[in-house]
């Protein structure tokens, strides 16, 4: 059982910075044995992979934010974090950050990012 909580997120403005934290309580297996992404969402929109980071340190981005954004995890703390940087309008969204291994994944409540002057 897995359960995540986002922080950080809130407004910027076009070409300022962000990062979005998640901290997972994590029951039974190691939180280092899960792969965790980031996804977002907008209105209207459907939910979109952003960054993926595996259980063995393998990194991947959607071509929407490559070169802007940074997935990274700290396995002793149970914490995954988002650096977005050279922020756009268009990255205005609910951020969630999700756990996974096999058929389980797990999501957090989601924390708003705002991207306007």
């Known amino acids: 059982q897995v359960r995540l909580v986002e922080s950080g997120g809130g407004l910027a403005q076009p070409g300022g910075s962000l990062r979005v934290s998640c901290k997972a309580s994590?029951?039974?297996?190691?939180?280092?044995?899960?792969?965790t992404a980031w996804y977002r969402q907008s209105p209207g929109k459907e939910r979109e992979m952003v960054a993926d980071?595996?259980?063995?340190?393998?990194?991947s981005y959607a071509d929407s934010v490559k070169g802007r954004f940074t997935i990274s995890r700290d396995n002793a703390g149970n914490m995954m974090y988002l650096q977005m940087n050279s922020l756009k309008p268009e990255d205005t969204a609910v951020y969630f950050c999700?756990?996974?291994?096999?058929?389980?994944?797990?999501w957090g409540p989601g924390s708003q990012v705002t991207v306007s002057s």
């Open positions: 999700n756990v996974y291994r096999g058929g389980a994944i797990y």
């Open positions: 994590v029951s039974g297996l190691d939180f280092s044995w899960y792969g």
């Open positions: 980071i595996t259980s063995g340190g393998t990194t």
